[in-house]
């Protein structure tokens, strides 16, 4: 079974990106911790400090279903829903080249 690799693109809405990027930060430890997770990171872009990027890799689907159902991550994006402009969520699969 293949892991899931999650990419979760959010745009701050003007003049609130330090608060996006606490509500951000605020869930890192608590979903790096969870069973299943093997990878949570935090980004911000380069080019725009508004741009915040979550990269994620879970051992399978259900571990990635147990951190949606989480309080830490439903807190979490009951705040990025009132801070964000935009999130865009992708899973991703590895191509071979």
Not at 6 to 33: C, D, N, W
Not at 87 to 93: G, H, N, T
Request: proline share 3%.
């Amino acid at each position: 079974m293949e892991n899931i690799v999650i990419t979760a693109i959010l745009k701050a809405k003007p003049g609130h990106e330090a608060e996006l990027y606490e509500a951000m930060k605020r869930v890192v430890p608590f979903s790096q911790s969870e069973q299943g997770c093997i990878t949570y990171k935090l980004h911000q872009s380069a080019d725009d400090p508004a741009v915040y990027v979550f990269y994620e890799i879970w051992q399978d689907e259900q571990s990635l279903q147990k951190h949606l159902a989480s309080d830490h991550y439903r807190a979490y994006r009951e705040q990025a829903d009132q801070l964000a402009a935009s999130r865009e969520v992708y899973r991703l699969r590895m191509v071979t080249v």
